[in-house]
């Protein structure tokens, strides 16, 4: 038996045959005479001409299958073929060096890969794999190879490949396929995100799987924990098919709980919402019947441009997402911008900063550019009339920034009354709490901030002194590290005592196996990822609150991470027994 571990890239657990999968071009360097020059670019030409029209079908597939947002991929992938990176570089190559089109292009692609390997940030670094996939169908076209195609077997089957693209994960619904697993990748590469989307189990960045296993062995890809099991002995291969089954099960209850209250079995209230990004389309998240949305980001919003969005365009957003809620509680966060959300704004600070994530963030750069903060909330104050908008600002520190929001927020409705716009009740307006400074202070804090919510993601970085996008030192950011829980206690307790909700909003707040402890914890709101809204309600519907207030309680005196998560993995195999 051989156990693995990687990077869980998609939930879920798969059982199968091993299926290696190898589907490489080839390309081969020939040097070119200069008067085939221009029979050689107009191959390339035609070649990419090609390549577009896939994209038509891909497209027309990807809508059909999984919608809107993720046909989104598929424009990416025009813009990359259409980059003059791409196409005025090949054209280069072929004219300047008289290289064949298809060694032009593999150079090419060599070349914008080692700049996209400088980047820190792991969702632009992943961005690479799609350049990739098209770069491959281009290579396709040019040297007439055909892309190899997974072959349906009888039993289900784990594919076991070097990498996978986002366009080789599509077919692998009508082939069948119950997982995969690769040597590279990243979690937040779109071949990770499509396999979630198509529950899909997976697993990456397993270094040398492809070496390690041969076709046919039976494989288990445990996706929740990130471990790739071959060859299974008989203990093992039980235990999975038992969580196979359970989790099949838990899948149909999952559809149910959608019309239900988010209570625990003894009467709790825990108000399960959504964490949504205010430039998606938001219809297809109503059908979950979340009790509301606990954090609406909005900096995508502002980035990729150079002028910032203008009120009228974010009142047009921020009214469509009250509309499609009718009647619920949406927390709207102030542009959260600095930090790994670079805007193309201009801003002084932007990419000058030695430590971007103690910079000028969140509220500090919206106080900085005072007009940046007008804008979206008069914009916000004019939804109001539309729906229970509430809105959060990110990144506090101190009372002074609660107070300069409320002098702006109160200019803006007075100016808004005078222009005659018809507004809502006044919003209410809370905070993130993300900097342990904040959790420290909040009693002071929340006699100017009417409700709170915690930021898990950052918090942990800050209280921790670990950057939350730096691979180096991943193994110590801990959601469940002793301090994390204090902290998240204090902040629990502090905010009731002055009579006000708390929520949670981080990654954390997703992970159903920490449900249980959060709940115990006395937290309002768990506001989570769309596509763990139903497994995190059917939990809090399954346990009891005495029961996780014990299991907090415990946890609480526990000295060491690795005592925490043992305590919450035995409380959750207790819940399933
Ligand atoms: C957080 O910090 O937990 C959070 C929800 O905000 P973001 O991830 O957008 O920084
Ligand atoms: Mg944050």
Not at 137 to 152: A, F, P, S
Not at 394 to 415: D, F
Request: hydrophobic content about 40%; charged content about 25%.
């Amino acid at each position: 038996m051989l156990i693995i571990k990687g990077i869980p890239a998609s939930p879920g657990i798969a059982i199968g045959k091993a299926y290696l999968f190898e589907d490489e071009v080839t390309v081969e360097h020939r040097q070119i005479q200069r008067d085939s020059v221009k029979s050689e670019v107009k191959r390339f030409k035609d070649a990419v001409k090609m390549t577009l029209s896939d994209l038509d079908a891909t497209e027309a597939k990807v809508l059909h299958m999984l919608g809107k947002q993720h046909a989104r991929l598929i424009e990416a992938h025009r813009l990359i073929l259409k980059d003059p990176l791409i196409t005025q570089e090949v054209a280069r190559l072929i004219t300047d060096k008289l290289l064949n089109a298809e060694f032009a292009l593999s150079e090419t692609l060599e070349r914008v890969n080692k700049n996209f390997e400088k980047i820190d940030d792991e969702f632009f670094r992943d961005r690479r794999h799609d350049l990739f996939d098209v770069g491959k169908r281009l290579l396709r076209h040019l040297t007439r190879q055909e892309r190899k195609k997974l072959v349906q077997g009888s039993e289900p089957a784990i594919v076991v490949a070097h990498n996978l693209y986002p366009s080789d994960t599509l077919h692998m619904r009508e082939a069948h396929i119950a997982g995969f697993c690769t040597d590279i990748g990243g979690k937040t590469s779109h071949t990770a995100l499509l396999a979630q989307s198509m529950e899909l189990p997976a697993v990456v960045g397993l270094s040398d799987i492809t070496k390690q296993v041969k076709n046919g062995e039976l494989m288990i890809v445990d996706g929740e924990q990130g471990l790739v099991i071959a060859n299974p002995g008989s203990e093992a291969l039980d235990k999975y098919q038992k969580l196979q089954r359970q989790m099949r099960q838990a899948e149909k209850f999952l559809e149910k709980v959608k019309d239900l209250p988010s209570v625990t079995r003894d009467g709790r209230v825990v108000s399960v919402q959504l964490n949504l990004d205010i430039t998606e389309d938001p219809a297809p998240f109503a059908a979950l019947k979340p009790d509301g949305a606990g954090l609406v980001r909005t900096e995508s919003l502002y980035m990729n441009r150079k002028q910032p969005p203008a009120e009228e365009e974010q009142y047009h957003l921020y009214q469509r997402l009250l509309k499609t809620f009718p009647g619920l509680p949406l927390t709207i966060r102030l542009a959260d911008l600095g930090g790994d959300k670079l805007a193309d704004l201009g801003f002084d600070s932007s990419g000058k900063e030695a430590n971007p994530f103690l910079g000028l963030r969140g509220i500090r750069l919206l106080l900085r550019y005072p007009d940046l903060l007008k804008t979206q909330l008069r914009a916000l104050l004019r939804a109001t009339a539309h729906g229970d908008l509430k809105i959060m600002i990110p990144m506090v520190t101190s009372l002074s920034e609660i107070l300069g929001v409320r002098q702006v927020l109160e200019e803006s409705a007075a100016e808004l009354t005078q222009e005659k716009i018809k507004l809502g009740r006044p919003p209410e307006l809370g905070i993130m709490v993300e900097i342990p400074a904040a959790a420290l202070t909040l009693d002071t804090l929340l006699s100017e901030a009417d409700f709170v919510s915690i930021g898990t993601n950052d918090m942990i970085q800050y209280l921790l002194a670990v950057d939350r996008i730096n691979q180096h030192v991943a193994h110590i950011y801990d959601s469940l590290h002793p301090a994390v829980l204090r902290l998240l206690q204090l902040i629990v307790q502090a905010t009731h005592k002055k009579g006000k909700k708390v929520s949670l909003c981080g990654e954390m707040a997703s992970d159903y196996r920490t449900t249980p402890l959060l709940a115990g914890m006395g937290l309002d709101t768990l506001s989570v990822t769309p596509r763990l809204f139903l497994r995190v309600k059917h939990t809090v519907r399954s346990v009891s609150f005495a029961k996780s207030s014990l299991l907090s309680q415990t946890a609480l005196m526990l000295p060491t991470c690795e005592e925490v998560h043992k305590l919450v993995a035995s409380a959750q195999a207790d819940e399933n027994a």
